[in-house]
Nanobody, 119 residues
Framework: QVHLVESGGGLVQPGGSLRLSCAVS????????MGWYRQVPGKQRESIAQ???????NYADSVKGRFTISRDNAKNTVYLQMNSLKPEDTAVYYC?????????????WGPGTQVTVSS
C-alpha cells in the first residue's frame, strides 16, 4: 500500500511564504513524475507545478516566478516553496506522484492541505 502525506499548509498574510512537503511511503519500486495541484470550491483541480524524475520542472502561469517545486529522491519527498502569496492562492493543495507498483505505473494522491492567504 502507498501513502502520500502533505504538510506545511496554514494561514499566511499576503506577501508571505509557505513551504509544503509531501512524503511518499509504502511499497513501490520507483517514483516517476511528481506534482502539486490545487482546488477551490466550485472549481476544477488545477495543476500548478510538476517535476520529472530527472528534475525538469514546469509551472502554471499563475504561479511562475513565485513558486518553486523540488524533490529529494533519497527521502521520496516533493516540496513546494511558495513566495509572494496572494489571496487568490487560497485553496486546498494536493500532491501527486506517478509510482511504479509491481509492474504498473499509476498516479497516487495525498489527502490535501489547506492554504489560506488572508490579512
Amino acid at each position: 500500500q502507498v501513502h502520500l502525506v502533505e504538510s506545511g499548509g496554514g494561514l499566511v498574510q499576503p506577501g508571505g511564504s509557505l513551504r509544503l512537503s509531501c512524503a511518499v511511503s509504502g511499497s513501490f519500486f520507483s517514483i516517476n513524475g511528481m506534482g502539486w495541484y490545487r482546488q477551490v470550491p466550485g472549481k476544477q483541480r488545477e495543476s500548478i507545478a510538476q517535476i520529472t524524475s530527472g528534475g525538469t520542472t514546469n509551472y502554471a502561469d499563475s504561479v511562475k516566478g513565485r513558486f518553486t517545486i523540488s524533490r529529494d529522491n533519497a527521502k521520496n519527498t516533493v516540496y513546494l516553496q511558495m513566495n509572494s502569496l496572494k489571496p487568490e492562492d487560497t485553496a486546498v493543495y494536493y500532491c501527486a506522484a506517478n509510482l511504479r507498483v509491481r509492474a504498473l505505473f499509476a498516479d497516487y494522491w495525498g489527502p490535501g492541505t489547506q492554504v489560506t492567504v488572508s490579512s
